[in-house]
């Protein structure tokens, strides 16, 4: 903390450009002195240097609370300390992503004191938890009574981040610090006052250095290659929760952990990386191979990377950290070997994630040491106190369905539901629309249409071009359908199944929620379409399905609901309608260059006209660090003859999970 007795030091600019390289990585001022102008240019600079900040408020009131958490917003601050807690404080963090970790007890004065009854103090951190504040702002040394029985009682009965703040200012204090391993502490006056050597530099750095000496007794005891999860690939590892939890540094190990054993990094690793510093990880490969090897694997993915690194040795480990510059509690080594990558991430103090061993599809001999792993394995899944050491059960417990666990599992599920469609259009009564007529009908009941190529940062142009050629061949087979009364329409009945042979392309489709290519994608571009045009209608929509509708950015920062969200694949997952009146309609579906066009067509005008509308339209980020979009979408049927709404319907309770760039969600549509 750049501040001395409770205030923000005037010169913290200064101090923090003089220590910016040391071995700090969370960097706190309070609310006074200092501008607010002030106060956001050196909270920005020290996010451009790549470190975690906090504002700690010392304040009694809900006036001045409020007026604190403001600032922390404009700031940009990642976490907000103390404060008395007020709901309305809270409330202003969770619109604004802010962490809140306030003050419990009975706290007075500035330098503040902290007095009260410890059980009395647990009780209350535990309400605040439960309302779902991020963690406790504790002034352990600030405390009338006795601190160290205060720290151990929050230890054993608190489960969340503890911030021990407040006069740690002796080697004395640091060893009970360490003894409680809290997830954070703070000093500030102490710098100041150097009770911990000469310059501000120097003193951090040797705070850390004794709170995480760099070398470590090594244990001979069958836990040292427990590791703290273990997983079915890299895939299945819960990165948001990691990097919720503090982990900011991801250590790779290549070889059967990412690829098989000497192949080329693959699309879905370079995917994969960029998903990750997107989050907001460092990367770093650490490997026994060579640094041929790593610079050839390394050229697409844009990672730190140590060749040659003689696992598990922790000197491999400790360069890795080093690199990274970031501490063991900010980083996981994630590697498929017990006896290497485990081994050594436990001798150095790190903690680890277990991958299953990827391997050559015709290996068979693993090696001695693989079966050696196995023995070892089982009898960690038998120790429950070393299993989910890092996330917990919940989270990484959480099962996979059939169709998640590989791709051939997924193409099982897929023709299953392909063969149950059949079945049940074979033994269904249900009656079609066969003719398809040149001569248009007169009235327009709707027209729809809309760009089909989507153009933005990570889309793909060629799978834009080929989704609008899958869309024209689609038309095709629909134009100018004629619907009489009482028959329906399927989208898949006139489009036909999706292969090469019928013509149609590889475009972009979603499999299990991730964005991906395949034959015949985009049509859901087309369904959408469809939908937005019969919803304009009087036509009884009988089969809908839907996707996320935040695939891309809005055209132009225009949001038009249901301009997405359709979901269709061949044959199960279909769109349907069935006209209900008591005349024929018309569907003409055509395109003009990149332009799809729609239009519902009829003899007669209809009674009514149809109105979509849409309320509560926002971004949210959720617990799982993933962003949605959330919003209620209307229909209103509308009297022609009165223009009065005569019925309202809730078309669609949308939270859509959002597939583009987080970077490029408008920040005044999030909430």
């Not at 050196?42 to 403001?70: D, P, W």
């Not at 938890?129 to 991020?134: A, I, M, T």
């Not at 059939?402 to 009656?431: D, M, V, W």
């Not at 660090?625 to 009297?639: P, V």
Request: charged share 25%.
């Amino acid at each position: 903390m750049l501040t001395y007795k409770d205030f923000t030091v005037k010169n913290a600019a200064e101090i923090f450009e003089a220590c910016k390289h040391s071995k700090a990585r969370y960097w706190g001022l309070k609310e006074n002195p200092l501008s607010r102008e002030e106060l956001k240019t050196l909270f920005s600079r020290m996010k451009e240097c790549g470190k975690t900040t906090f504002m700690e408020i010392v304040s009694y009131t809900e006036e001045e609370g409020l007026e604190g958490a403001k600032i922390a917003v404009e700031c940009g601050c990642d976490i907000l300390m103390g404060t008395t807690y007020f709901d309305s404080i809270h409330t202003i963090c969770k619109q604004h992503n802010l962490k809140y970790m306030p003050f419990v007890g009975k706290v007075e004065g500035r330098p503040s004191v902290l007095s009260g009854e410890i059980s009395e103090m647990v009780a209350e951190a535990k309400s605040y938890l439960e309302k779902g504040v991020y963690g406790i702002d504790l002034l352990g040394y600030r405390y009338s009574g006795d601190p160290v029985e205060l720290h151990r009682a929050f230890k054993e009965c608190i489960d969340a981040p503890i911030c021990i703040a407040g006069s740690i200012d002796s080697y004395e204090r640091l060893n009970e610090v360490k003894e409680i391993a809290p997830w954070a502490f703070t000093i500030g006056s102490a710098f100041f006052e150097h009770k911990f050597g000469d310059s501000f530099a120097e003193q951090i750095d040797a705070v850390c250095e004794f709170m995480n000496p760099q070398t470590e007794t090594k244990s001979t005891k069958l836990t040292r290659y427990f590791p703290h999860e273990y997983v079915e690939d890299v895939y299945s590892i819960p990165y948001w929760a990691l990097y919720k939890k503090g982990i900011r540094g991801l250590i790779f190990d290549i070889d059967n952990t990412l690829v098989p054993h000497g192949q080329d990094c693959t699309e879905e690793m370079v995917a994969l990386f960029e998903k990750l510093h997107k989050i907001g990880f460092s990367t770093l490969l650490l490997s026994n191979n060579s640094v041929q090897r790593l610079e050839k694997f390394n050229l697409n993915i844009g990672a730190h990377y140590i060749a040659d690194s003689n696992k598990p040795h922790v000197e491999g480990f400790q360069r890795a950290l080093a690199m990274l510059q970031m501490s063991k509690r900010e980083v996981v080594v994630i590697g498929d070997q017990v006896f290497t990558d485990i081994c050594g991430a436990n001798d150095s103090g790190i903690p680890s994630i277990l991958v299953k061993y990827i391997g050559h599809e015709k290996w068979e001999w693993k090696g001695f040491r693989r079966y050696l792993e196995n023995i070892i394995l089982l009898l960690y899944r038998c120790n429950k106190n070393y299993r989910y050491r890092l996330l917990g059960e919940r989270i990484m417990n959480k099962k996979r369905l059939f169709c998640e666990l590989n791709p051939t599992t997924y193409a099982i599920s897929l023709q299953k539901e392909i063969l149950k469609r059949h079945l049940k259009n074979l033994l269904g009564r249900e009656r079609y629309a066969t003719e398809r007529s040149l001569e248009k009908l007169p009235v327009v009941v709707a027209s729809y249409g809309g760009d089909m190529i989507k153009r933005g940062p990570g889309i793909d142009a060629q799978l834009q071009i080929n989704k609008a050629d899958n869309i024209r061949l689609a038309c095709s087979r629909m134009n100018s359908l004629v619907i009489h009364p009482g028959e329906s329409f399927s989208f898949w009945r006139y489009v036909g199944k999706t292969s090469t042979k019928n013509g149609f392309t590889e475009g972009r489709v979603i499999v299990n929620g991730k964005l991906a290519s395949g034959v015949g994608g985009g049509l859901c571009n087309l369904a959408n379409t469809l939908n937005r045009l019969i919803m304009d209608s009087p036509m009884t929509v009988t089969e809908i399905h839907h996707h996320s509708d935040a695939l891309a950015p809005d055209p132009n920062g225009v949001r038009v609901p249901y301009s997405a969200g359709t979901s269709v694949n061949y044959n199960f997952i279909d769109y349907r309608f069935r006209n209900d009146t008591n005349q024929p309609v018309q569907l003409c579906a055509w395109c003009e260059g990149d332009f799809l066009h729609t239009e519902l067509r009829t003899t007669e005008e209809f009674p009514f006209s149809y109105r979509i509308v849409e309320e509560g339209h926002h971004f949210h980020q959720e617990d799982n660090g993933k962003f949605y979009r959330k919003s209620k979408i209307y229909r209103e049927i509308i009297d022609r003859s009165s223009g009065e709404v005569v019925k309202r319907e809730l078309k669609w309770n949308n939270r859509s999970e959002v597939m583009f760039d987080y970077s490029l969600i408008p920040s005044d549509q999030i909430k």
